[in-house]
């Protein structure tokens, strides 16, 4: 990205654009492993890297196109904001088949222009999920490069994350030429279906994902392959993404693709790709945590083989649902252990934008606070903290210019210290029940502890005014409390026996919440 071919794009955007710089801190020189931090249900920031540096060149009007380039300041901010996690998504090479099909495919052409209305086909990158190999993509610099953005974000007690993709290579990755058993074939006499299979019947990953090819999984050859590629993402990383990981498991394997499998004297392994592979990483790279994308309830099972943290998809789509006692059985339904493991988000970039997703800004508001006061990781997508609504699509190097929304940047700016305390990142939890007023059942309470220190978080998840009382049985002594609503500073005096028994009348406007200290 030259200065000549972003020039007219920062004239117009970049006062729209900017975010503000911050003030930039000198390097120190740390011991990095005892600097970084490791909550049990930390903050987490995806950024889609290239897009960012896109970004980035706006902002400082100047090509900032390799990780090297990355302003100091600009790791500082996210530090300042509590995260102890980035997520640099799509950092590893890609091959010009991905990109080609990406520029080229009328249905992802017809979903651009519905993400990017002044899309162009040079806003087209290629997907960061067809990789053809797990060293650094060359336009963002080397693996040198990527092992000193580490040391960066390790300097400032951060840990750095990226992604594995298990499940598919891309339709150019050598071994699809060098060892096609290690892939999904159609069988000889199945008829041809170009909407499953390459030319060389090699099937798409996932069946339907035309950029990549789709591994065997009950190839043993492949699965020691993938596990030395698992290896050499932990090498870079201190924290690992995989993406789509249940797509592997030997059910969802035998479900989709046992008939292609088993046509060419491949049947199901003994034991789970992800029971060979995590103790191995483990071995190598004890400290590395692995966080998955899970849907159709494998969450669980990930769970067990050694994931520290797994989508919970089902607690967005019961924000987006509304139902209130649909959550409540959500929350009440899971263990604490369970919902512990789980990665909490109101978007990402496979979703809407939250205030899309959840159908207002104060609707979005209402669940991040409630999502993020659940047990997991407090996962966090570049442009939420703005209130963005265009979603930025994973094959495209930019999102629509829009204006921030500053109730929803003060909204975070107030919250994040809140939850970046550690009765949030390591405290104990359990739900609270709200009663005795007709209006009750709109209010959705949780209570935190660590030590001395307790927290009653109280959200209106719903468009009509809430009103009850909040029972906090460890309300101690037999004087006043005083209770501080850390969102406004407001404080109040209650006796604590009546917060024992009758508990803390609560009462908000819809989609309103208090987070109370005592």
Known sequence: LGLMKIGWFLVVLSLVCARSAGTPIKEGNFNLRDTMRRSQFPILYEISTRPWLYELSVRYQRPITCLADIPFEELTKLRDYGVEIVWFMGVWKLGPAGLHHDQTDPKLLESYRHDLPSFTIEDVIGSPYAVVDYTCN??????????????????????LGLDFVPNHSAVDCPLV????????????????????????????????????????????????????????????????RCDMAY?????KVQQMWSHQLNAYGYGRPGTEFWEEAIPALKAKYPD?????????????????????????????????????????????????EWLGHGANFVENHDEPRAVVKLKSVEQSLAGALLSYTVPGVKFINHGQLEGLSYRLAVHLRRSECEPHK??????????????????????????????????????????????????LCVINYSNQQGA???VLTDAEGSGTIRLTDLLTGTQYDRSAPELRSQGLMVVLEAWQAQIFAY
């Open 288 to 336: 590395v945590q692995l966080m998955a994308e899970v849907y159709e309830s494998y969450e669980g099972k990930l769970q067990d083989l050694g994931f520290e943290y797994t989508y919970d998809k089902g607690l967005l789509d019961h924000l987006a649902d509304g139902n209130l006692d649909n959550l409540r059985n959500f929350l009440r339904g899971n263990s604490r």
């Open 468 to 470: 009850g009382h909040a």
């Open 177 to 240: 030429s060098q060892h096609p058993d290690y892939f999904v074939r159609k069988p000889q006499g199945d008829p041809d279906d170009p909407s499953k299979y390459m030319e060389n019947g090699i099937a798409y990953g996932g069946g339907a994902w035309t950029d990549t090819a789709q591994f065997n999984y009950w190839n043993q050859d492949l699965r020691q392959v993938m596990k030395d590629n698992l290896l050499r993402v932990a090498a870079h990383a201190d924290f690992i």
């Open 406 to 455: 500053t109730q929803v940047e003060q909204f975070y700016l107030n919250l994040l210290p809140i939850l970046n305390h550690d009765i949030f990142l390591n405290g104990e939890w359990w739900n609270v029940d709200v009663k005795d007023d007709d209006k009750a059942w709109r209010l959705v309470a949780f209570h935190w502890s660590k030590g001395e220190e307790r927290r």
């Open 247 to 251: 797509l592997v498991l030997n059910d």
């Open 138 to 159: 060359p336009e963002l610099g080397t693996d040198r490069d990527l092992d000193e953005l580490r040391r960066k974000v390790n300097s400032l007690g951060m840990r």
